[in-house]
């Protein structure tokens, strides 16, 4: 997305620290985030992971709003993985239940703000009351037209992979596709993402650098920034400083570099 003459306020409101952007700078069409950290900043405190995790929704709020702010058009949030079951059985009813409080706490102020919530991940194990809350949700902001709010929920890149594979088996079998007619457009479809543009820019907090089976397929092509930041700690600085990195790389595909206008 390119963008006229865009300004990245460093600190809040002050104009003085201001960083205009100029035509070259881009902001990523779709950010996606590994939010990362939430167990270490509680511990570090001498706290219980979870008031990491309680903390981890206010950082959620900023970051949506912010994203918004800038002119994100989807920010995918990894809020649960295919693997985060292996944890103690208390932290991951506590996990479940965040889903429900940050729709509680702040769902009135998404629908306002036009956000569009939206959920991607196998449903099959995530407990009713969980479900309930984010189905209201995306039926209430179904028809908002702002920043899609996506959250990665009981999510796993394997999984998603395996399914779509299956599905597309299944309708082979029934004669509905040729086998040779698969190709990388027809196995997106079956993704969990169909209709999102693939991630510009992940980003991952609380220091560790690796992906743990997040949109691996989608991510083929997509800018990697990892900060040492916990995600409690991390602030709408911190997502215009992993954007104004992003608008400096220069993105290939694998070709030489573009001579389109405004890129570097
Ligand atoms: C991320 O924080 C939240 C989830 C994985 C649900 P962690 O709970 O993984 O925090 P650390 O990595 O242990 O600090
Ligand atoms: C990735 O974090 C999953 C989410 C943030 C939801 P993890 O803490 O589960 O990742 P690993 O175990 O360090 O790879
Ligand atoms: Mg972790």
């Known amino acids: 997305m390119m963008l006229g003459k865009f300004s990245f306020l460093k600190n809040g409101k002050s104009e003085k620290k201001e960083q205009v952007f100029s035509d070259a700078h881009r902001v990523p069409e779709h950010v996606a985030i590994i939010m990362d950290g939430n167990g270490r900043w509680a511990q570090r405190r001498g706290l219980p992971r979870i008031a990491g995790h309680r903390e981890a929704l206010k950082t959620i709020k900023k970051i949506t709003n912010e994203a918004q702010r800038l002119g994100v058009k989807v920010l995918t949030l990894?809020?649960?993985?295919?693997?985060?079951?292996?944890?103690?059985?208390?932290?991951?009813?506590?996990?479940?239940?965040?889903?429900?409080q940050f729709l509680n706490s702040y769902l009135v102020e998404l629908i306002e703000n036009n956000v569009q919530v939206?959920?991607?991940?196998?449903?099959?194990?995530?407990?009713?009351h969980t479900i309930r809350a984010v189905n209201q949700a995306i039926e209430k902001t179904k028809k908002n037209s702002g920043l899609v709010l996506n959250f990665a929920l009981n999510y796993g890149s394997h999984a998603e992979i395996v399914e779509a594979v299956r599905s597309l088996v299944r309708d082979a079998l029934d004669h509905k596709i040729e086998p040779d007619s698969i190709d990388e457009q027809l196995l997106s479809e079956r993704m969990l993402s169909p209709l999102l543009p693939d991630p510009d820019l992940l980003i991952r907090t609380g220091g560790e650098i690796r992906l743990s089976n997040f949109m691996l397929w989608q991510m083929a092509y997509t800018e990697l920034y990892f900060t040492e930041i916990y995600w409690p700690d991390f602030s709408e600085s911190d997502l215009r400083?992993?954007?104004?990195?992003?608008?400096?790389?220069?993105?290939?595909?694998?070709?030489?570099?573009?001579?389109?206008?405004?890129?570097?």
């Open 78 to 100: 990894y809020a649960f993985s295919t693997e985060n079951w292996k944890r103690p059985k208390t932290e991951v009813e506590f996990l479940m239940k965040l889903p429900e």
């Open 118 to 128: 939206r959920v991607m991940g196998d449903m099959a194990r995530i407990p009713a």
């Open 241 to 264: 400083t992993a954007i104004f990195e992003f608008s400096t790389r220069q993105r290939r595909y694998g070709g030489i570099k573009e001579e389109r206008n405004g890129d570097k």
